[in-house]
C-alpha cells in the first residue's frame, strides 16, 4: 500500500504523485470523474471508447425495461 500526501493549492488544484500515476497508468492529458463519498471523494479514469468496445456483448435484452 502506497501513502503519500499533497497539498490544495489557493487555486483548488492538486498535483498528483508521479509514482502514484506511474503506478496506475495515467497519462497527462487523461480525463478523470470525482465520485463525492461521505468522507471524501474517489478519482476514477473515464474509460475511452476503445475500453468500453465489446463490453455488453452477449448481454441478454429480453425484458430489460420490465426489470
Given amino acids: 500500500a502506497m501513502t503519500t ?3 490544495l493549492s489557493p487555486d483548488f488544484e492538486i498535483t498528483l ?7 496506475l497508468g495515467w ?3 487523461q480525463d478523470f470523474i470525482f465520485l463525492p ?3 471524501g471523494v ?3 479514469p ?3 471508447q476503445q475500453d468500453l468496445k465489446g463490453i455488453a ?8 425495461r420490465e426489470r
Avoid: E, M, Q, Y
Avoid at 17 to 23: H, S
Avoid at 57 to 64: D, I, K, P, R
Fill in 5 to 7: 500526501s499533497t497539498t
Fill in 17 to 23: 504523485p508521479r509514482d502514484l500515476c506511474a503506478r
Fill in 27 to 29: 497519462v497527462p492529458g
Fill in 37 to 39: 463519498k461521505p468522507s
Fill in 42 to 44: 474517489l478519482i476514477l
Fill in 46 to 48: 473515464v474509460p475511452s
Fill in 57 to 64: 456483448n452477449g448481454a441478454s435484452t429480453h425484458n430489460f
